[in-house]
């Protein structure tokens, strides 16, 4: 049972774009929500993590908006840029980044 | 350099026989994971190990078993009970309260 759904599956964006990432969760219960990146063939790593008690999040060109009461939260890249070209992965977790639930990812092609 | 190494990055076996992938963390991390990754699954928990002699099953722990005797290393076995054993294979290792993972390079395993 997938406990966090994740949409798009794939996203083409131009250079300059906003690329739009969203999630979707159930049990209330968790209270951690980080973005990972990976690239081919690499670990994911952490781009970017919020806690339900704040409904924004901006690191750079980055940004994580929660909702809590619709237990949704979103990954907006500005200004995006081939470089970000990437796999992006949801996730939420019971205490503060224990065994984590990842969304099914969102293949991210940026074109020049 | 600290951080979490994963060796090899390719193996490959046939079908029937046992083999063990190596995970080792010098970030002095009590917490460490085993995912498993598909093409379009997202990363799915094998197990996880909170401290030294300890582990947990995850969501899909069939056909796997792991050890923890040393606070670094977390070693992860494929057993020839695992149906579809054939994946990419990331160790991951948490400090304890709240934080991220921080994921190996993966481990690419082909059983044929």
């Known amino acids: 049972q997938q406990q966090v759904k994740q949409s798009p599956q794939s996203l083409i964006v131009q250079k300059g774009g906003i690329s739009i990432i969203n999630c979707a969760y159930e049990n209330t219960a968790f209270d951690y929500f980080p973005w990972y990146q990976q690239f081919p063939g690499k670990g994911p790593a952490l781009l970017i993590a919020?806690?339900?008690?704040?409904s924004e999040k901006k690191e750079g060109r980055f940004t994580i908006s929660f909702n809590k009461s619709a237990k949704q939260f979103s990954l907006h890249i500005m200004d995006s840029q081939p470089g970000d070209s990437a796999t992006y992965f949801c996730a939420a977790s019971l205490n503060s980044g224990y065994a984590l639930n990842f969304g099914k990812g969102t293949s991210l092609l940026v074109t020049p | 350099d600290g951080g979490i190494t994963q060796s090899p990055k390719y193996l490959f076996r046939k079908e029937g026989q046992n083999v063990t992938l190596s995970c080792e963390q010098n970030l002095n991390h009590d917490a460490m994971y085993w995912y498993r990754q598909d093409p379009g699954q997202g990363l799915r928990l094998i197990y996880y190990?909170?401290?030294?002699?300890?582990?947990q099953k995850g969501d899909i722990a069939e056909g796997y078993s792991v050890s923890r005797e040393k606070k670094e290393s977390f070693p992860l076995t494929v057993t020839s009970a695992q149906k579809n054993p054939t994946a990419f294979y990331l160790c991951a290792s948490h400090d304890r309260g709240p934080g991220e993972q921080y994921f190996g390079p993966g481990t690419r395993l082909t059983v044929t």
């Open positions: 190990s909170q401290i030294v002699n300890d582990f």
């Open positions: 919020i806690r339900p008690d704040v």
